[in-house]
């Protein structure tokens, strides 16, 4: 007999989004939709999925199991963010002002603005101050039904505080319900110390960046940002193949402001993924489909800077690009948390169907962070993190837009969010 300590029963619909992973193409369109569904878990990983007479026929309740009542909702496997900035000191406001007012994104950061700002604020920032204001974004994310994120460094730009950015993702990872994934960005653009002599600050990144964190086991993945007033492709192949060297995992800001050439480089390098990519080649979506390179799309931040052009999703799924999407969580061009809004503006703006935007923010997005075989579906023997939305569809997630429509959140089978509100704020032994 299957064991469970946590049951949902009798859901109006259980969107499992099961099956290949990545989805690619027409799978993007199947949600494995069971309607009256049941789930079951036992010890974090879940144990059953179907309909009441089979859960009836094969589970046994243990002592002390939890039921949640879902015949008024949705059931979701729990959300993955698979590109954010999470730890950074200041906000940027005004410069959202300058923006409106008709100042472009590339004015502003020549100008003394943009990331270098959020380099000084969160290298004034102390540690604690930091932590807790990390912490706060995730137990936002947790509310809206993120489950899993990803977190980039890249604000510190020192050696120090690069280190210093990992380690409060890694502790957050450590004692927060939402599993943290960490990247390492130090070569998010260039210090200021370093604009007259960039170089350096490559060779900086090569010699001693990338060993102490690997020496340190602080990041799983080394990112760029590789686009013109950033990093050079000649430079971002360089410090992403030490990265590689050292057994580093890659991803690449690839293709956001001009058409850089950037996804090429992350197919050929093997890259996880590549990420924003509003002006990808036709060549470079043709080679991210033949090495299975995930694409993670950010329309959030096309929104936030008014940019009049995103992506091209729909091309990229017809080539068989595997599409993931993400906030890209930033102080400067996405301050914003919302998954569920983020799968709402990929549907209005970028042309996707809604079954495609919850396969790419589900079981893509795992693939995007190389987690798909232990999370992203409702599956047995995965990690049993589940969304339970009041909503009488799935549609109605985009739908009806703006709000939150997260009742409960059960990660690695413990509820944390119960009726909106977070209940425990720890990770489990």
């Given amino acids: 007999m299957i064991k469970a300590d946590l049951v949902i029963e009798n859901a109006r619909q259980v969107i499992t989004c099961r099956g290949k992973a990545p989805k690619l193409r027409g799978e993007m369109m199947d949600l494995g939709l069971i309607t009256q569904g049941w789930v079951a878990s036992y010890r974090g990983k879940i144990s059953y999925v179907g309909e009441e007479k089979g859960f009836k026929e094969k589970v046994t309740l243990e002592k002390g199991c939890k039921v949640i009542d879902a015949s008024e909702a949705v059931v979701l496997p729990g959300l993955v963010d698979s590109h954010t900035h999470l730890v950074f000191g200041g ?20 100008s003394g603005g943009g990331i270098l700002s959020t380099v000084r604020a969160t290298r004034a920032a102390s540690y604690q ?7 706060r974004r995730l137990d936002y994310m947790l509310r809206l039904g993120t489950t899993t ?40 653009t260039f210090p200021p110390e370093y604009l007259s002599r960039k170089e350096e600050y490559v060779d900086l990144l090569i010699s001693e960046f990338l ?21 050079s492709l000649e430079q971002s192949r360089a410090i992403l193949e030490s990265g590689a060297r050292l057994g580093f995992k890659l ?70 690009v595997p599409v993931a999407l993400a906030t890209d969580f930033n102080p400067g061009t996405a301050m ?7 799968i709402t503006l990929a ?16 079981i893509n997005s795992a693939y995007a962070v190389e987690l798909h075989k232990s999370l992203g579906s409702i599956e047995m023997g995965k990690k049993a993190d589940f969304i339970i939305c009041s909503i009488p569809n799935y549609l ?17 089978g413990k509820i944390v969010v119960k009726e909106g509100r977070i209940i425990n704020q720890g990770r489990f032994p």
């Fill in 149 to 188: 994120c990803e977190a980039k460094s890249g604000y510190g730009q020192t050696v120090d505080d690069e280190l210093k950015l990992l380690h409060i993702s890694r502790e957050l990872h450590q004692s927060h319900p939402i599993d943290v994934v960490n990247t390492f960005l130090g070569a998010h």
């Fill in 251 to 320: 991803k690449l800001h690839a293709d956001q402001l001009t058409s850089s050439g950037g996804a090429e480089l992350a197919a050929e390098l093997g890259a996880i993924s590549a990420d924003h990519l509003d002006y990808i080649s036709d060549r470079g979506i043709e080679m991210l489909a033949e090495k299975g390179v995930a694409a993670v799309l950010l329309p959030g931040s096309n929104f936030f800077l008014r940019l009049n052009r995103y992506p091209p999703a729909r091309r990229m799924i017809e080539a068989g």
């Fill in 211 to 231: 060993p102490r964190v690997r020496e340190d086991g602080l990041a799983e993945f080394c990112d760029v940002f590789c686009e013109e007033g950033a990093f």
């Fill in 129 to 135: 101050v930091l932590l807790r204001d990390a912490r």
């Fill in 91 to 110: 906000s940027r406001e005004v410069e959202f002002v300058q923006r409106l007012r008709g100042v472009s994104y590339q004015e502003i950061a020549r």
């Fill in 347 to 362: 549907c209005l703006e970028m042309g996707l169907f809604p079954e495609e935007a919850i396969n790419a923010a589900t």
């Fill in 396 to 412: 109605h997630l985009i739908y009806h837009w703006g709000i939150n429509h997260v009742h409960t959140v059960v990660k690695d």
């Fill in 336 to 342: 914003n948390e919302s998954m569920p809004l983020t």
